[in-house]
């Protein structure tokens, strides 16, 4: 029989909400944003996801984000220019790597299965979806943490506002994460069937405003804005319907399209 992925937690948390637990506290401490909604965000989906007795090494983290740590980016580029490479801050200079956020939730969540961060700037967290269920039917691993954050940064606000014309940026900085399983071992959840993503090349202040983005398919709303993470919020909250209820039994389809590509995910019950 064919192997199949569930979908048993999805969790959705903006910036502007994020609170680091206790325990989290102190390694946390100097985490930028972008680390911190990561650890939390994978914290919460692992906590809301069915216990299995499961080795660290069958789990593996997949992060997806289109601009990712890039504040810290410029931060540590700037010491660099301003104080010279003796002086560069080392934890300032590691968190500037894409992949830190990875290195911290798979420390703080004790995950030592693969991590991955993957970066495109059209649908970085469905891309993350799939490289993340593709593992998992391969029996690398039997639990996939997938996340997708974006935190921004004044330079591409400021890019927003040149090429748009704007005042005000509609950006949002938050993150999600979804808990994907082998089915074979879960209750009744939502399966991912298919994953297909296409790809066109665009103009990028497209890609900065969501120019021509519209979703369509079961329980999707276009309720979060027009911004880089404004899918993956909506893909969350119906994922997260979707788990709850438990009451859709038919085959369904999510449809992303723009004029940067298009996406789809095909669920059954």
Not at 33 to 39: E, P, T, Y
Not at 126 to 137: C, F, G, H, S
Not at 173 to 181: K, N, S, Y
Not at 206 to 214: P, S, T, W
Request: include cysteine.
């Amino acid at each position: 029989m064919k192997k199949k992925v569930a979908v048993s937690a999805a969790e959705m948390m903006l910036l502007a909400d994020l609170t680091v637990p206790a325990d989290f506290d102190r390694a946390l401490r100097r985490a930028d944003d972008f680390i911190k909604l990561a650890v939390v965000s994978a914290g919460r989906a692992l906590n809301n996801a069915p216990p299995r007795l499961l080795a660290p090494s069958e789990t593996g983290i997949f992060i997806g984000t289109a601009y990712g740590p890039l504040e810290t980016n410029f931060c540590s580029l700037g010491s660099l220019i301003d104080d010279g490479e003796g002086q560069i801050s080392p934890t300032l200079f590691s968190h500037s790597v894409y992949n830190a956020a990875a290195g911290y939730v798979s420390r703080l969540l004790t995950i030592h299965g693969p991590a991955l961060t993957l970066t495109t700037y059209a649908w970085p967290f469905v891309v993350a979806l799939d490289q993340a269920r593709l593992a998992i039917l391969s029996a690398r691993i039997k639990r996939a943490v997938v996340i997708a954050v974006e935190t921004y940064s004044g330079l591409l606000e400021d890019a927003f506002k040149r090429w748009h014309g704007l005042a005000e940026v509609p950006w949002q900085p938050g993150a999600v994460a979804w808990i994907l399983e082998a089915a074979d071992d879960i209750s009744v959840c939502p399966l991912l069937a298919e994953i297909g993503i296409t790809e066109t090349a665009c103009e990028p202040g497209q890609l900065l405003a969501r120019a021509g983005e519209h979703w369509q398919g079961d329980s999707l709303v276009a309720g979060f804005g027009s911004h880089p993470m404004a899918y993956a919020f909506a893909l969350t909250t119906a994922m997260d319907l979707l788990i709850s209820s438990k009451t859709v039994k038919h085959p369904a389809e999510w449809l992303l399209d723009a004029p940067f590509g298009q996406a789809r995910i095909s669920l059954v019950f």
